[in-house]
């Protein structure tokens, strides 16, 4: 496993999930406090993945071209984000339009009934 990684197991939680996933989950909250579209989770996604690959090359001795471990990062970084948006876009949309709106769960939201 630590070949599709590029990486041991407890730097990629560290790293990754820990210390960038962080950062994607708070990129993904901003893109959607200010109305953004949700495809720039994506492309700042797979940015945050070429950083995560430095640094886990610079700092802990991986692998800086791995396509595997760059895919799996970056996917890992994406979905957090997207996650992110998704949910501060519906505490946004029940938040800003209470008379429209109310939730339907952690991700979604509802029309009220009339």
Same mark, same amino acid.
């Given at each position: 496993m630590e070949s599709l990684l590029g990486t041991s197991w407890p730097v990629f939680i560290?790293?990754?999930?820990?210390l960038f996933g962080?950062?994607?989950f708070l990129m993904g909250?901003? %893109?959607a406090e200010t109305w953004r579209p949700a495809w720039q989770n994506v492309l700042y996604g797979l940015l945050l993945?070429?950083?995560?690959?430095f640094l886990n090359f610079a700092l802990f001795g991986g692998e800086? %071209?791995?396509v595997t471990g760059y895919v799996i990062h970056s996917?890992? %970084?994406v979905a957090i984000a997207l996650a992110a948006y998704r949910l501060t876009q519906a505490h946004?949309?029940?938040a800003q339009?209470?008379?429209l709106y109310e939730r339907a769960g952690l991700f979604a939201w509802r029309e009220k009934a009339r």
């Open positions: 560290g790293l990754t999930v820990v962080g950062a994607s909250q901003a %893109l993945g070429l950083a995560d690959r800086l %071209l791995t996917a890992v %970084l946004k949309m029940v339009y209470p008379w």
